[in-house]
């Protein structure tokens, strides 16, 4: 169904401003508390009306992730864009867990990027 796309590939490919799609598949109030550079936020509930618009093309490289390697959203939501036919979907299935243990800085909507509370 999807594969897996790790930290170092995922926080390089970000940084390169590579033409993907990162998906935040939690509500909207985690979202804003805090996601992934560049992320977007796509909930479960609204996930087939939105994806059109952020990835027009089956071809588009899209990847989802939520709070923590325990989340299933981010499955859920992989199965849901194989099912709509969109073949280059990875999970970061970390999620922002792994992101802040790694030390590296959220976003929060309309404000740069924020440190990492240790």
Same mark, same amino acid.
């Given at each position: ?5 790790? $930290? ?12 993907? %799609? +990162? ?9 804003? #508390? =805090?996601? $992934?550079?560049?992320? +977007? ?5 609204? $996930? ?6 952020? *990835?027009?093309?089956?071809?588009? *490289?899209? +990847? +989802?992730?939520?709070? =923590? ?12 864009? #194989?099912?709509? =036919?969109?073949?280059? !979907?990875? %999970?970061?299935? =970390? ?9 590296? *800085?959220?976003?929060?909507?309309? #404000?740069?990027? %924020?440190? !990492?509370?240790?």
């Amino acid at each position: 169904m999807s594969n897996e796309i790790g $930290l170092e590939e995922l926080s390089e490919r970000i940084g390169r401003g590579e033409g993907l %799609v +990162v998906a935040e598949v939690l509500p909207a109030a985690y979202y804003e #508390a =805090g996601h $992934l550079p560049g992320a +977007v936020n796509l909930p479960l509930d609204g $996930l087939e009306r939105s994806i059109a618009r952020l *990835a027009p093309s089956r071809e588009t *490289a899209i +990847v +989802v992730y939520c709070s =923590g390697p325990t989340c299933r959203n981010s499955h859920a939501a992989a199965a849901r864009l #194989a099912a709509l =036919g969109y073949g280059a !979907v990875r %999970v970061f299935a =970390g999620g922002k867990a792994a992101w802040r243990d790694a030390g590296l *800085a959220l976003e929060r909507p309309a #404000a740069a990027a %924020v440190e !990492v509370q240790r």
